[in-house]
């Protein structure tokens, strides 16, 4: 208990997995969807860093730090998208968004 | 010992900042709380010994995707409850749950843990920084290309995605053009 | 020989084809006449064929082609043209001929007229099929195709519901006794292991007792039904819905007789087990009293004649239970001959009537129908068994088989019958053609029928006149292939008793039956008289009820349960069962469509489903093979 070892650091990352999925379920808000996907691609970050760490490889590290590269542009574009959203219909209610109705 | 406390501590923290987030009704809370959280995962990368990635964690995330959707917090009534038709609590905590629970089966199995061994070893004897950057411009070098075109793609899509009159270019008007859109201007803000 | 053998066996056919063309089309003189040519041509190659084989004494027989052979078992299409074929075949071929000739005549105002002989051509084929096959199965064919020819000629006149219903009843009662014929031929089959009569017979002499006891008795069931034996009889009476040319070729000379074609061509069969011989002979000598018994009061001609002929099958059956073969074949062709006459005769006395059939609404016709009067008389008289005449040398012959073999009951009871037989042929003849002229009153005004109908009937009538002088002949002819013994009744001065007992007592009969109905106070009876109401009378002119009985408890239960199981069983469950299938794909493709909803929340909610889905079998494939790898 007292001795951190991956596992440790793997529940953890696991933990905050499923913490996101909680709030990608559960928001109707879509900019509080975009901060539940953010809270997912920091819990896998961490497990990334975890395993650099503990199995002394630096590819986790690397995959760490594209991930965030790539999240901050996905935050930027789908920003965007989501002004224009609500530029069109003034509201960004999830349930309201169903075009794509099949 | 004082890796297991730091641990256990900000491990207690991040969980409860990030649960905040995914279930408290303001949204102010809600942004708060991510914020927060992604300082106390920057933790993590330092207690981890990924220095540079803990900086860049700080850098990137709480500092500029924070102030990205503290932009978007514009479209909100922050002073009104968010309004969210509930859904079925039972199937989404269920589902998460079930999910972590298999997830850490699956990576306590032995044969998962035996056959892990390391493609690119540390270097003994250099800092964090060091490692990362002789690792990144050498085998991950067109990643970080092609890593940095996408963020400037990403940055001209925002910008035009979020801009107003985007459709007009001040550079290509001539003078007296610039002049009447002063003035039309001039005359709104006066009326 | 074989030419002539093709020749008789589908010259029919060629003629119930050639009728077909004109089936839907209005009546066409050529399509009755054609069919009769061809079937003069069948008679005349049948004749050759008789000739052939009555001097030579050898069979032919040809197979045409294969029908099945599938393992162990094969059928071929094959005839045989032996002594009994023959005989059978001659038969057929000459009243089917009259017949056909005289029908161009007798429905010559129906508005079917082509259709009629497209089925009357097709029945003779399929009989001819049936006394011409050399297998069991080939026997079979025939055997349906004769039935399916004769419900549609049942039932010719299908606007008619009592028609319809006739024609079901026949239809049915045979296929009932199908069922037992099929069972017998099946355990021919298995075990003998062939269904050609030649090698079936000869293995069968090696069988056991029980075995070939069954054999015989289901064979038995498929004539019953055929030959309407009690109780299958019921369609016979029927059957007189249908024309008179159809009474008079199916239910008198040939489809009636199949049932005694196949015991008689079964003889080492049933010579092997004679209780079931006991057991045939006694139910024919029942069924000929029963029959007798119920055409007495009968008010219809046709069903009279019908009885009359129940009864003489009863005699055939007698005579072939008792083991008396050729005997039986011989009363079967004489029989045809006599009857087929008296029912074209009915024929023309019903057209002449309007259809009318009530005898006692008929009298005095002799003036004004004296060839239909002659042919009618000849023919009774055959059927009483008076000397010269056919009927007495093959009716006579079965008595004294009876007596030889010492089954006196079955004497006594044949005996009885055939003094039945004379007064109620004869109460018919005296009703119809003489004593008072009952029928001008009622307004009917009969003629005789067409000169050329009467001249097709002559042929019939010279037949029944003296085919028992041909007796000898035929003896030496067909005990070449069946048990040729003889019943000579040892003492001399019993033989002349019996035989001049036996006339005398039927010339008595017939005198009787003159008496009573040639009287002038017979009046068309109402209902009211006291002989109406009794017991006895109600008794036989129902049939002993025994039509009744079988519509209550057969008929209405069959009729009950087949409805319960439709309800309950086809529409509840069964289509339920369908329907319930089809509901579930339907309402399983209706309830997984909110999937597809447009609802970003609602997909997230079922992508984290299918990623929980996938883990645990990732889960459940890492321990299987992570255990099967401990074990190998």
Request: charged residues 10%; glycine residues 8%; hydrophobic residues 55%.
């Amino acid at each position: 208990m007292m001795e951190i070892g991956l596992n440790h650091y793997l529940v953890l990352s696991t933990i905050l997995f499923s913490i996101g999925l909680i709030g990608v379920m559960r928001r109707k808000n879509l900019l509080m969807l975009f901060f539940a996907t953010e809270i997912l691609l920091n819990s896998v970050n961490i497990g990334f860093a975890a395993i650099s760490h503990y199995y002394g490889d630096l590819t986790g590290q690397m995959f760490a730090f594209f991930v965030i590269a790539i999240a901050a542009s996905e935050v930027a574009v789908g920003l965007g998208l989501l002004i224009v959203w609500h530029k069109r219909h003034n509201n960004i209610d999830l349930d309201n968004m169903s075009t794509m109705k099949g | 010992m004082f890796e297991a406390i730091s641990f256990y501590l900000f491990a207690f923290l991040t969980i409860a900042m990030f649960f905040i987030t995914v279930t408290t009704s303001q949204a102010l809370y809600a942004l708060t709380a991510l914020a927060a959280g992604m300082i106390f995962i920057s933790a993590f990368f330092f207690i981890l010994g990924a220095d540079f990635l803990g900086a860049v964690q700080i850098v990137v995330y709480s500092g500029a995707v924070m102030a990205l959707y503290a932009f978007g917090m514009m479209f909100f009534d922050t002073t009104r409850d968010l309004k969210e038709k509930k859904g079925n609590s039972l199937i989404i905590y269920g589902l998460s749950i079930v999910a972590a629970v298999l997830v850490v089966i699956i990576f306590a199995a032995p044969m998962v843990t035996d056959n892990i061994s390391a493609l690119y070893p540390m270097v003994e004897g250099a800092g964090n920084t060091q490692e990362v950057g002789m690792v990144l411009f050498t085998k991950y070098l067109v990643p970080f290309e092609v890593a940095a075109i996408m963020l400037l793609v990403a940055m001209i899509a925002g910008i035009v995605l979020a801009g107003k009159k985007m459709d007009l270019s001040l550079t290509m008007m001539s003078d007296a053009e610039v002049k009447d859109l002063k003035e039309d201007k001039n005359k709104k803000v006066l009326s | 020989m074989e030419l002539f053998l093709y020749t008789a066996l589908f010259a029919p056919l060629v003629g119930s084809l050639f009728a077909s063309i004109f089936a839907r089309k209005k009546k066409t003189i050529i399509a009755g006449i054609v069919p009769s040519i061809l079937l003069g041509v069948s008679l005349i190659s049948s004749t050759i064929l008789l000739v052939f084989v009555l001097t030579s004494g050898q069979h032919v027989q040809v197979e045409m082609m294969t029908w099945m052979e599938t393992g162990n078992l094969y059928i071929p299409f094959g005839f045989v043209v032996d002594q009994i074929s023959v005989t059978m075949m001659m038969v057929v071929t000459i009243v089917s001929t009259v017949v056909h000739v005289y029908a161009i005549g007798y429905m010559s105002h129906d508005k079917a007229f082509n259709r009629f002989f497209v089925w009357l051509s097709a029945f003779v084929f399929s009989m001819m099929i049936l006394v011409m096959s050399d297998n069991f199965a080939g026997l079979f064919i025939g055997w349906e195709g004769v039935g399916l020819c004769s419900w549609a000629l049942i039932g010719f006149w299908y606007h008619k519901e009592s028609a319809t219903w006739a024609a079901n009843e026949a239809f049915i009662m045979n296929r009932i006794a199908d069922l037992g014929m099929l069972i017998g031929i099946f355990l021919v089959f298995w075990n003998t292991g062939t269904l050609q009569y030649a090698q079936a017979f000869e293995a069968m002499q090696t069988l056991d007792h029980g075995t070939l006891t069954m054999i015989g008795i289901f064979l038995f069931i498929g004539a019953m039904g055929k030959s309407a034996q009690f109780p299958l009889h019921t369609w016979l009476a029927d059957a007189m819905e249908g024309p008179t040319p159809v009474s008079a070729l199916i239910h008198a000379a040939t489809m009636v007789t199949a049932g005694v074609y196949l015991v008689v061509r079964s003889n080492e069969l049933y010579a092997l087990i004679p209780n079931v011989g006991l057991f045939i002979a006694s139910l024919g000598a029942f069924v000929a009293i029963f029959a007798a018994t119920m055409a007495l009061v009968n008010r219809d001609i046709k069903r009279v004649i019908a009885y009359s002929t129940l009864s003489q099958l009863g005699y055939m059956f007698a005579a072939a239970g008792l083991g008396a073969y050729w005997v039986a074949l011989f009363h079967l062709m004489a029989h045809a001959f006599f009857k087929a006459l008296l029912f074209l005769g009915g024929g023309n006395v019903m057209h002449a009537m309007n259809d009318e059939l009530d005898p006692f609404k008929m009298g005095g016709l002799g003036k004004t129908m004296k060839g239909t009067m002659i042919l009618m008389t000849l023919a009774s008289v055959a059927l009483a068994g008076l000397f010269p005449l056919a009927g007495f040398f093959s009716k006579d012959m079965i008595l004294e088989a009876a007596f030889v073999e010492h089954h006196f009951i079955i004497y006594g009871v044949l005996l009885f019958t055939a003094g039945l037989t004379a007064f109620y042929s004869f109460r018919i003849i005296a009703l119809i053609f003489h004593g008072e002229d009952r029928h001008t009153a009622l307004g009917f005004h009969p003629h005789e029928a067409y000169p050329f109908m009467i001249k097709a009937m002559i042929p019939l009538a010279i037949l029944a006149a003296i085919a028992g002088f041909a007796r000898p002949y035929y003896f030496d002819m067909v005990t070449l292939v069946l048990p040729d013994t003889e019943y000579h009744i040892h003492s001399a001065a019993t033989y002349w008793i019996m035989t001049i007992g036996t006339q005398l007592f039927v010339i008595a009969s017939i005198y009787f039956a003159y008496k009573k109905y040639m009287s002038s106070d017979i009046k068309v009876p109402d209902g009211t008289s006291e002989m109406e109401n009794s017991f006895k009378y109600k008794l036989l002119i129902n049939q002993y009820y025994i039509p009744h009985a079988y519509e209550e408890f057969l008929v209405k239960p069959y009729r009950a349960l087949s409805s319960f199981f439709w309800r309950q069983i086809d529409q509840k469950i069964v289509d339920a069962t369908v329907d319930g299938i089809a509901g579930i794909i339907y309402s399983t493709g209706e309830n997984t469509r909110t999937m597809q909803s447009g609802n970003l929340s609602t997909m997230l909610k079922w992508m984290v489903t299918g990623l929980v889905i996938l883990l645990s079998l990732a889960v459940a494939f890492g321990l299987a093979a992570n255990y099967t790898n401990l074990g190998v």
